[in-house]
Antibody, heavy 130, light 114 residues
Framework: QEQLQESGPGLVKPSQTLSLTCTVSGDSFSNGRFYWSWIRQPAGKGLEWIGRVYASGRTSGSTDYNPSLKSRVSMSTDRSKRQFSLRLTSVTAADTAVYFC??????????????????WGRGTQVTVSS | QPVLTQPPSVSASRGASVTLACTLSSGYNNYRVDWYRQRPGEGPRFVMRVGTGGIVGPKGDGIPDRFSVLGSGLNRSLTIENIQEEDEGDYHCGADVGSGTNFVFGGGTKLTVL
């Protein structure tokens, strides 16, 4: 069964860069049907979509980011390792959260294609503190 | 883009039914909403999508028939019948607001099974 697993430092100092990697076990990573997203959840709060990256074909590496985070976020892929990564620069305490990676599928269901998160990792806690 | 509003918490007795609300902000009554269940210590899991006509597409893997949705006006609710202890957790509603280029979520509802 396909799984996603987040990895990376659990503690980052303020003003530094948060870096996380998601490893995909399964064959869908380079399947053109899917994008790959990062989503976070601060303690006691709702989910926040950070952005997505594409890992297939000529447009591999193309990205879309949450406008509120766009100036600090970058994402990339490593198809040979079935991994995609998140970098978030200039972090503050407000970036403390559980970070999830998620497979993002596009589906029509009889109307325009729209996307949802059909497979998630278990999440990894990242704390920003000196 | 729409704002999704959820009550922070709901409780229900084992074997009862409960409806979890997700309300779209005014003017966005055509949006479809996705429901996700998050058990303690786990990542969220897709439950199903709901539009004004009810469920859109298939349920997520392993979601039992006890789960159903209803869409009317600005409301996109999830109903769980015959609640079990395994249903306890956080329930999130979310929406694709940019054809895959932007997404929003509600604040989540914590469901406690008594």
């Amino acid at each position: 069964q396909e799984q996603l697993q987040e990895s990376g430092p659990g503690l980052v100092k303020p003003s530094q860069t948060l870096s996380l990697t998601c490893t995909v076990s399964g064959d869908s990573f380079s399947n053109g049907r899917f994008y790959w997203s990062w989503i976070r959840q601060p303690a006691g709060k709702g989910l926040e979509w950070i952005g997505r990256v594409y890992a297939s074909g000529r447009t591999s590496g193309s990205t879309d980011y949450n406008p509120s985070l766009k100036s600090r976020v970058s994402m990339s892929t490593d198809r040979s390792k079935r991994q995609f990564s998140l970098r978030l620069t200039s972090v503050t305490a407000a970036d403390t959260a559980v970070y999830f990676c998620a497979r993002t599928g596009g589906y029509s269901f009889g109307g325009p294609v729209s996307y949802y998160f059909d497979l998630w990792g278990r999440g990894t806690q990242v704390t920003v503190s000196s | 883009q729409p704002v999704l509003t959820q009550p922070p918490s709901v409780s229900a007795s084992r074997g009862a039914s409960v409806t979890l609300a997700c309300t779209l902000s005014s003017g966005y009554n055509n949006y479809r909403v996705d429901w996700y269940r998050q058990r303690p210590g786990e990542g969220p899991r897709f439950v199903m999508r709901v539009g004004t006509g009810g469920i859109v597409g298939p349920k997520g893997d392993g979601i039992p028939d006890r789960f159903s949705v209803l869409g009317s006006g600005l409301n996109r609710s999830l109903t769980i019948e015959n609640i079990q202890e395994e249903d306890e957790g956080d329930y999130h509603c979310g929406a694709d607001v940019g054809s895959g280029t932007n997404f929003v979520f509600g604040g989540g509802t914590k469901l406690t099974v008594l």
